[in-house]
């Protein structure tokens, strides 16, 4: 796949995610995925495959957004196999905190599916808004 397509395929996904609509961004991550989220929080780590993705870190975030995920994208680079994406997202947690962190992904894609995710963002902000992942999936 070329650059333009791989941008194409996120802008897509992003335009969904923009609208509160996670299922694509989903629906583009490879089986074995990998997504890392840099810094020191106790989100941060590299997750291995879409099962793990899912259960250890969309699925305890979301389980703390009170209207789910909501990401609007206001930048796309792509090169070769990679696709550079800021957004910000527009979120509020259950216990009423504003969630609304910057990220910087670099994406990874190979056959038309994300392969590979690191993540920068503000994890001052995860830590002062979120639950650890395995608290809030306990509960």
Known sequence: ???????????????E???GNGR?????MAEDVTWTIIGSTQWS???RGKKAVLAELLGP???????GNTI????FIAEDDQVVV??????TTKTGKAYQNTYCWVFRLSGGQV???VEYTDTALIESALQPPQASSRT
Do not use: C, S, W
């Open 1 to 15: 796949m070329t650059a333009t397509h791989n941008k194409q395929v996120l802008q897509e996904v992003f335009a």
């Open 17 to 19: 995610t923009a609208k």
């Open 24 to 28: 694509p961004f989903v629906a583009a």
């Open 45 to 47: 780590r590299t997750y």
């Open 61 to 67: 975030l979301n389980a703390q957004l009170a209207n």
């Open 72 to 75: 609007t994208a206001h930048r």
């Open 86 to 91: 800021e957004g910000r997202g527009h979120n």
């Open 115 to 117: 392969v590979d995710i």
